[in-house]
């Protein structure tokens, strides 16, 4: 009865269309909606994997929130926790570092958007690089100790965007004007990517505190568990966090973000099936009479029902694979970054034509209750 | 002569709204097999309610049908439509042709029920197209035929899986006379040549006057049958 299907598909021309339309506009919103929180996912993933090795040891009070802000502690307790791991940490990977949110996160429990940090001149790869590497520089430089120790700053590749700065301009931050010394590679350590990296000096005058730091940064060059633990024996008055705990603070970040989306898509998938249910109970009623004809010449139960069945394949089918393609386009060129994933769309494609053959089985067996003399009484 | 089929104090009741509608009262009676009956009665008299339990389409609410002996009422849905499918053609008054398909589509539907193959369909709705006389309106849509056209495209459908009885409920009813005539021609001729049983709703007298057994119909009961040929 596929042929017969196609028939009634073809002959309903615009109810098929629409239908087509409806299940491919659902299928990309969910793709689209559902692929966003996947690279966002992605992306969090990144920037907790890119602080590999990396510890932080910061106030008590400010527990394990990265990066610290707020909350400080004295250089003099800093340069103790430097002098105890001097021998243990990767040269010139250690240092003390000052953060300051100039942008707020665009959600809860994630980096700012634009954060200045303060970082000590020869000590700039305790905040930009990790235990597997480090990022450099696109223009200019990735160091003060090149650039100038005092009134430059260096950009990392997002912040450069957000204040739309360029190499060598000037740039106000918290009205103190500031020459752009250097702009960083993009990278997947958000808050690198973020940072407006200036002298430690700098950033202790501009933000009124002298002999204070928000944490220092080790990078060990053993076993970063053992330094840990050897940290928070000898320093109970400070709080040490590694990668792990900044994987946990990212995903409960974003976590209420991904719930929200997907009751969305939940949403909608479920609006979608309703919809598609009500346009083929209604189209199940209207060919009552023509059912009540077939089961009068001998189509069975199964037979009505596989037909309707058919059907409904064949629309969602269609609107599958044209959302599909949309939300691919979509995804790729019609956002702020470029999202595309294959199997992303595979995945979800199939997944909406079950769900829309699903939403149809109700009505097929309903029509195949019908005895036909009923169903050829109907007007 | 064998009876075809066969009732015995078939009753049909249904839910009308709020009220209840009896369309049988007991109907009893044998419709012999190879004849050309006809069923007679005022509107209202239960005649297509009681061709309509003959084939298979309805249950009576009691009673006893029976079709070339087998018990109907202890039959499964399914059963019944294998049933029909196989043995029983129906020819409507209002055709009820599936709009859709062309005339090759219509009357091959009948044999798609049947397991008939392809190729096999294919040859032999040609040839029961040929038989009505619309060999030439294969691939017409049912629109683009006249309404004794279609009434012969209907019988066709009926005709092409060489079924043991063919009911027809007013199958004159909406076309002229003369393309009337026609339509009982061709039925009297599938009887004729293929010993197909032919039970027929009519409103007509002188369509009544060409059947073989006349059995009238009032108030939801057989009130008469009449033998017009040997």
Redesign the interface.
């Known amino acids: 009865m596929v042929d017969y299907a196609i028939q009634s598909i073809l002959d309903r021309r615009a109810r098929s269309v629409l239908t087509v339309i409806g299940v491919a506009v659902m299928i990309t919103l969910v793709i689209v909606i559902t692929g966003i929180v996947a690279s966002q996912d992605r992306t969090m993933d990144a920037h907790a994997s890119a602080g590999a090795g990396k510890l932080n040891i910061q106030p008590l009070m400010a527990g394990d929130a990265y990066p610290a802000d707020g909350v400080d502690l004295t250089e003099t307790d800093a340069d103790a926790v430097l002098e105890a791991v001097s021998g243990d940490a990767i040269a010139g990977r250690s240092g003390k570092i000052v953060y300051f949110e100039l942008e707020p996160p665009p959600f809860p429990n994630q980096p700012p958007d634009v954060m200045l940090v303060g970082v000590e001149a020869g000590h700039e790869e305790a905040f930009i690089a990790s235990a597997t590497g480090r990022v450099d520089a696109v223009a200019g430089s990735a160091a003060f100790s090149e650039a100038g120790v005092t009134g430059s700053v260096i950009l990392g590749s997002h912040a450069a965007e957000a204040l739309d700065a360029t190499m060598g301009a000037r740039l106000t931050v918290l009205d103190r004007s500031f020459t752009v010394a250097g702009i960083l590679t993009p990278c997947d350590d958000l808050v690198v990517d973020s940072a407006v990296i200036m002298p430690l000096g700098d950033a202790q005058g501009l933000l009124g505190k002298p002999g204070l730091v928000s944490s220092v940064i080790i990078i060990p060059t053993g076993d970063d568990a053992e330094m840990r633990r050897v940290l928070a024996a000898s320093f109970p008055n400070l709080f040490v966090i590694d990668s792990t705990d900044t994987r946990r603070t990212v995903e409960e970040g974003i976590s209420t973000f991904e719930d929200l989306v997907n009751s969305i898509a939940v949403v909608v998938i479920v609006c979608a099936s309703l919809l598609l249910m009500t346009v083929m109970l209604i189209t199940v009623k209207e060919r009552t009479r023509e059912i009540g004809v077939l089961r009068a010449i001998g189509a069975s139960n199964g037979t009505i029902i596989r037909s309707v069945l058919w059907e409904i394949f064949l629309l969602s089918a269609v609107g599958s694979v044209i959302g599909g393609v949309v939300s691919g386009v979509v995804m790729q060129f019609a956002l702020t970054e470029n999202i595309f994933d294959l199997r992303h769309i595979l995945t979800y494609m199939p997944l909406a034509v079950v769900l829309t053959v699903l939403s149809g089985v109700l009505p097929a067996i309903k029509i195949g209750r019908i005895l036909p003399v009923e169903s050829l009484r109907y007007e | 002569m064998n009876t075809i089929v066969s009732l015995d104090q078939v009753t049909r009741t249904y839910p009308l709204g709020e009220t209840t509608v009896q369309a049988l009262r007991g109907v009893s009676g044998e419709f012999e097999q190879g004849r050309i009956h006809t069923i007679v009665g005022p509107s209202g008299s239960g005649t297509s309610t009681l061709l309509?339990i003959v084939?298979c389409?309805?249950?009576p609410t009691s009673g006893e049908v029976r079709f070339d002996g087998q018990r109907l009422n202890d039959l499964s849905?399914?059963d019944l439509?294998?049933l029909?499918?196989?043995h029983i053609?129906?020819v409507?008054q209002a055709f009820?042709l599936?709009?859709?398909?062309t005339v090759r589509?219509n009357v091959a539907?009948?044999l798609?029920?049947?397991g008939i193959p392809r190729r096999e369909a294919r040859r032999r709705v040609a040839a029961t197209l040929e038989q009505v006389g619309l060999g030439h309106r294969l691939d017409h849509r049912p629109s683009q035929l006249s309404g004794g056209e279609r009434q012969r495209v209907a019988v066709a459908?009926?005709l092409i899986?060489e079924p043991t009885l063919i009911l027809a409920d007013e199958p004159t009813g909406n076309l002229d006379t003369e393309t009337g005539e026609t339509v009982i021609d061709l039925l009297e001729a599938i009887n004729r040549d293929h010993g197909t049983t032919v039970i027929m709703v009519t409103h007509d007298a002188d369509i009544a006057a060409r059947s073989d057994v006349v059995h009238t119909m009032r108030d939801g009961r057989i009130v008469g049958v009449r033998r017009l040929a040997a």
């Not at chain 2, 599936?98 to 398909?101: D, E, G, Y």
């Open positions: 309509h084939g389409m309805d249950l849905q399914r439509t294998r029909r499918a196989e053609g129906f409507f009820h599936t709009p859709i398909l589509d539907l009948a798609r029920f049947v459908r009926a899986k």
